[in-house]
């Protein structure tokens, strides 16, 4: 089996986090591959999976469309790559987008996942929280949702297969070869779902 590689979208947000809690995920499962940081257009074609990190999503939308990276990953994903989008990375990867307190915003998204997203879902930057989610059909059934000024899905289309909710609202999703999760996995010390992202990806290798 080849080496893995695993890329970090490297144009803003919860970088680092997501880096070394995909390293540690690699480790502790014995699975032989890299991880980078991806900061160049050349680097997405070698990834064979990429992760979105939290953020803010018009800002990693807006610096993605430099040079055609937003249409570069576009095709990836829709070639079969794995992507995990966190937060504003869930927002970016959507087909529709909407502000709770603002409403329509005009950003660039990516396009690939059918949901409609609700950004701020859960209200300001003073009304983040944690709590317990469980995500019985990955296999996870208590995790620590830390949530940042958190999206939450409010349409899907049928192909999406809805993981958690919270207070009755869609908070993490897989549509094929897309996951994405509303609150912060790499804010966390438990590495599971980085883990279930891993395996995906090696799977496919
Ligand atoms: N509210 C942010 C956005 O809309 C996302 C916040 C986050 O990633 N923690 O992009």
Redesign the pocket.
């Known amino acids: 089996m080849s080496k893995i590689q695993i890329g970090i979208l490297a144009v803003q ?2 970088v680092t986090e997501n880096f070394l809690a995909t390293m540690a995920s690699m480790s502790e499962l014995g699975i032989d591959g890299t991880v980078v940081q991806v900061k160049t257009i050349e680097q997405i074609s070698e990834l064979d999976g990429l992760i979105i ?8 939308g807006q610096m993605s469309l430099v040079n055609g990276g937003l249409k570069k990953i576009k095709e990836k994903i829709e070639s079969g790559m794995p992507v995990f989008g ?7 990867l959507s087909k529709n ?1 909407k ?1 709770k307190v603002v409403g329509k915003v005009e950003q660039p998204l990516l396009d690939v996942l059918d949901v409609k997203i609700e ?2 879902s859960f209200g300001r930057q003073k009304d983040s929280f944690e709590a317990n989610i469980s995500m019985d059909p990955v296999g996870i059934s208590s995790f620590n949702g830390v ?5 939450s899905v409010s349409e899907t289309g049928s192909d999406v297969e809805i993981l958690a909710k919270f207070n009755e609202k869609i908070v993490a999703v897989k549509q094929g070869n897309i996951l994405a999760t509303a609150f ?1 996995p790499e804010l966390t010390r438990d590495i599971s779902l980085h883990k279930s992202f891993v395996k995906l990806v090696d799977n496919l290798n």
């Open positions: 947000g919860d990190p939290g953020g803010e999503s018009t800002v990693i966190i937060c504003a990375g869930m927002i970016f987008s502000d950004r701020n949530f940042i000024r958190a999206p912060h």
